[in-house]
């Protein structure tokens, strides 16, 4: 069969810049769909293509009528959900295939998907069952029942019915590498633009052992934590033999200590000469600084730390399950192995001018090399969004971006996000990776 796997184009809308001409606040970082390279990379006996509508946002329909695919698999995270819809609408339009959805808002929100131009909806990581519902379509058969756990049929009109699934190590087919070379003709616009540097992007593991109230992360593989073997990760390193810096894109690189350190210590023995940056948690790294110690000569060159808030009743009232002194004591070490800081902030829409000034005097007072500031938002599928659905003033999808305020804000509209601006700006004044 065809299969066409697509990325949707940046499609998140802007609050700040739409209503008062703010343009600092809105984020766009590009980087390789590595999801759609995991799925094709298991897509075995078919003409596999994929489509970047971020760096090609315009050929859709070119690529759909010479593609002509059978089957299509969209991905997305909630601000792209209503245009991976679109997607699947022109789908149907310019060829009919098959159309199926996937990716962490389908697996945190999936009755959002339960739609005419939609097929199937694949709840997890989808790796292995996405290729098993081919199988399937290949047959010539079009599954309502029987089908592979984590697939769903909708049932426009009527309640989507989801069958109860659980991830397990099986849904990694981590025997079957990405495949890479589907994105080589987009290779040169995966970059961080500022400073030039080329990035590629490698899983080590899948979701989290943790349960942040604001997080989405526990939809894609049902709560559970897996990790993958430190074969298997080093190959897919090495496929990407001519990328300097390897992004691994997991929500908890260091979940399981015992396993990041045997991951090191394969990296050092296997001569592998990257630089690495990856997600860790403020408490490990206090807790376990001769682990970060070790992944420092394996090449590590920045962590991207989730220390959220700079008091500790906001940080229990998020499920954190961390304490502020633990994020001072990880600047600190973090700090003496010479690893650059990226470290993310969330402010609320309740915040006041105190609040802002506050983290202000906070971040000029602990060197974090790239803060990133970012608005509380209830994203379908969390806790956080089931306690505050009622509060909830802004529904359409396109402004979950988490740089805008879904929320009503305390501090005049206008007046929260200048203040916004003026921090992301006073914050990223000295800013480095």
Known sequence: MNILLI??????RSIPEERYGITSIKQIFR?????LEEIAGNLQGHVVDLLDLKVEPEALESRLMECSPDVVGITGVTCEANTMLRIAETTKTVCNAITVVGGVHASSDPHFFNHLSIDYIVCGLGKQS???LTALIEQGIRPSTGLPSGVHQTTPGKPLALQPHTSTAEDMAEHRPPAYDLVAPYRSHYVIEKLGIRMGFVASAFGCPYSCAFC???GQTCGVYLTRSPDAVIRDIRLLQDIPVIRLVDA????SIKRATALAHAIIDAGVNKEFIADIRSDTVARHPEMLQLWKEAGLRAVIIGFEAID???LL???KANQVRMNTEAITILHELGITIVGDFIIHPECEEQDFEQLSTYLANHTIDLPMITVMTPLPGTPLHASLASQIVNHDLDYYTLTNAVLPTRLDEQRFYSAYAELIAQSHRHARI
Not at 7 to 12: E, F, L, S
Not at 31 to 35: A, H, V
Not at 252 to 255: A, H, L, S, Y
Request: net charge negative; glycine share 14%; with cysteine.
């Open 7 to 12: 990325n949707p184009p940046n499609c998140g």
């Open 252 to 255: 908890n690189t260091f979940g």
């Open 312 to 314: 500790d009743t906001t």
């Open 130 to 132: 996405f290729a098993k």
């Open 317 to 319: 009232s998020m499920h």
């Open 216 to 218: 989405s992360i526990s």
């Open 31 to 35: 980087g390789e769909p590595l999801g």
